[in-house]
Nanobody, 124 residues
Framework: VQLQASGGGLVQAGGSLRLSCAAS????????MGWFRQIPGKEREFVAA????????DYVDSVKGRFTISRDNTKNTVYLQMNSLKPEDTAVYYC???????WGSGVRGGYTVWGPGTQVTVSS
C-alpha cells in the first residue's frame, strides 16, 4: 500500500481542517491506520488511530474532543477532522498504516507504511 496525505494548510486558531489520506493497493481495508505529527526538533508523536474495521479509535489526550478519525474502506481513504484548532497543533501531519496483527495504536514503530506529510499551521 502507498499513502498520500492532503488537506493541510493555514488556519486561524479555533478553525477547522480535514486531512485526507488516500491509499493505493488492495490491502488498505485490512490495515489499521494512524495519524502522527511532528514539529522540527521533536519526535514524531501519535495523534489518532482507527482499527481496520472502523470499530474502535484512539486519540492522544491533547486532541480528544477536538479531532475525529474516520475511514471509508470503499474509497481507500482515512480522514482526520480537526476542529477548534490551536497554535500548538501546528506540525507536519503524517498518515501511516499498520499490519492487521499486534496493533499498538500509539506505537510508532509498528506502523510499516508512511505517507509524505502535510503541513498544518494554526495562527494565533
Amino acid at each position: 500500500v502507498q499513502l498520500q496525505a492532503s488537506g493541510g494548510g493555514l488556519v486561524q486558531a479555533g478553525g477547522s481542517l480535514r486531512l485526507s489520506c488516500a491509499a493505493s493497493g488492495r490491502t488498505f481495508a485490512t490495515m489499521h491506520m494512524g495519524w502522527f505529527r511532528q514539529i522540527p526538533g521533536k519526535e514524531r508523536e501519535f495523534v489518532a488511530a482507527i482499527r481496520w474495521s472502523g470499530e474502535s479509535t484512539d486519540y492522544v489526550d491533547s486532541v480528544k474532543g477536538r479531532f475525529t478519525i474516520s475511514r471509508d474502506n470503499t474509497k481507500n481513504t482515512v480522514y482526520l477532522q480537526m476542529n477548534s484548532l490551536k497554535p500548538e497543533d501546528t506540525a507536519v501531519y503524517y498518515c501511516a498504516a499498520h499490519p492487521p496483527t499486534n496493533w499498538g495504536s500509539g506505537v510508532r514503530g509498528g506502523y510499516t507504511v508512511w505517507g509524505p506529510g502535510t503541513q498544518v499551521t494554526v495562527s494565533s
